[in-house]
Nanobody
Framework: QVQLQESGGGLVQAGGSLSLSCVASGSIFSINTMGWYRQAPGKQRALVATWHSDGTTDYTDSGKGRFTISGDNAKNTVYLQMNSLAPEDTAVYYC?????????????WGQGTQVTVSS
């Protein structure tokens, strides 16, 4: 079993910054991908950024140029540095981990951390 612990959410004014962290613990092995998703009220969960264990990263348009995802393999941790935040970034941000091999492939989600951006 894998557990994801997210932190760093909060209330910030437009133009401000927040840094989110997600730590994977438990029976963790062979992590392939960790990513950040967000879900605004009344909307579906959407991908923000993805970090791969080889160090490569991918961004959707929502965070490109403003957000930076990074990870630490040794600590089983992924980060999301969010700059130039805007009210439309308000959402619950979720961490996801995908990994394993063959029958032991797994996917876990964190509980989410609230990010609120005021104008």
């Amino acid at each position: 079993q894998v557990q994801l612990q997210e932190s760093g959410g909060g209330l910030v004014q437009a133009g401000g910054s927040l840094s989110l962290s997600c730590v994977a613990s438990g029976s963790i092995f062979s992590i392939n991908t960790m990513g950040w998703y967000r879900q605004a009220p009344g909307k579906q969960r959407a991908l923000v950024a993805t970090w791969h264990s080889d160090g490569t990263t991918d961004y959707t348009d929502s965070g490109k140029g403003r957000f930076t995802i990074s990870g630490d393999n040794a600590k089983n941790t992924v980060y999301l540095q969010m700059n130039s935040l805007a009210p439309e970034d308000t959402a619950v941000y979720y961490c996801r981990v995908l990994g394993g091999v063959d029958l032991f492939e797994y996917e876990y989600w964190g509980q989410g951390t609230q990010v609120t951006v005021s104008s």
